[in-house]
């Protein structure tokens, strides 16, 4: 769990979240959303709808990608709002927390450590996810590109949290399961970093020219690495 090197307990001050596929698996929400869509239309494949999510240089949530693949399998473009509307309802009910979860924010937040998520969703789906998982008590703000003005791993919304939590760089910690949407630029802002390896659902080699301080296999390791 622990690297070679890192913070102690007491040196940790605040606690920088990631969000999706940090504090629940969003992958599988995501592949339950695109199933919803093809049961609805009565045709095609959802992990096929999911592939398109997972394109080069298009957004991972942007709902064009269920446009295109109507388009590619010759489904009617007018069932697209219709499609929209089953996929969100459908994600936003798969969502649930990792097991030990709210254990471990409660076991964070009773131990005086303020919590922000910095997330790229949109401020009002971050809301309805944190909301739906019942974490959202635990959180003094939520960052998102809509409020930062910057998508990760662009500094922005980390540096909008440090300041809503009035926490300097080098007493905060970042958790978040990608290396180089968040490990990456927190290390580079001075910030102590916790990988979730439990939630990289990536296909991409780690990068190891940026090593974080810790590496969690659960979410409850961050109990046992602050000593709460």
């Known amino acids: 769990m622990q690297t070679s090197s890192g913070p102690r307990d007491r040196e940790v001050k605040a606690l920088l979240f990631d969000m999706d596929n940090t504090l629940w698996d969003f992958v599988t929400a995501k592949q339950a959303a695109c199933h919803a869509v093809v049961d609805f239309l009565k045709v095609g494949d959802g992990e096929d709808l999911y592939q398109y999510?997972?394109?080069?240089?298009?957004?991972?949530?942007?709902?064009?990608?269920?446009?295109?693949?109507?388009?590619?399998?010759?489904a009617p473009a007018a069932s697209f709002p219709r499609c929209c509307t089953v996929y969100e309802k459908t994600k936003l009910a798969a969502i649930s927390p990792y097991e030990g979860a709210a254990e471990t924010l409660s076991s964070?937040?009773?131990?005086?450590?303020?919590?922000?998520?910095?997330?790229?969703?949109?401020?009002?789906?971050?809301?309805?996810?944190?909301?739906?998982?019942?974490?959202?008590?635990?959180?003094?703000?939520?960052?998102?590109?809509?409020?930062?003005?910057?998508?990760?791993?662009?500094?922005?919304?980390?540096?909008?949290?440090?300041?809503?939590?009035?926490?300097?760089?080098?007493?905060a910690m970042v958790v978040g399961d990608s290396?180089?949407?968040?490990?990456?630029?927190?290390?580079?802002?001075?910030?102590?970093?916790?990988?979730?390896?439990?939630?990289?659902?990536?296909?991409s080699p780690v990068s190891l020219l940026c090593r974080p301080d810790f590496v969690l296999h659960d979410i409850r390791d961050l109990i046992e690495i602050l000593k709460l």
């Open 53 to 74: 999510f997972r394109r080069p240089g298009v957004g991972f949530e942007d709902p064009g990608n269920i446009l295109d693949y109507i388009r590619d399998i010759n």
């Open 108 to 171: 964070l937040t009773d131990a005086g450590i303020p919590l922000a998520v910095v997330t790229d969703a949109h401020s009002s789906q971050a809301k309805r996810r944190l909301e739906k998982a019942g974490l959202s008590e635990y959180f003094s703000c939520i960052v998102t590109p809509d409020i930062s003005g910057q998508r990760k791993p662009e500094p922005a919304s980390f540096l909008y949290a440090l300041g809503a939590l009035d926490a300097d760089a080098a007493e």
């Open 179 to 203: 290396i180089r949407r968040e490990i990456e630029p927190a290390h580079g802002l001075g910030m102590k970093t916790a990988y979730a390896l439990y939630g990289d659902r990536s296909d």
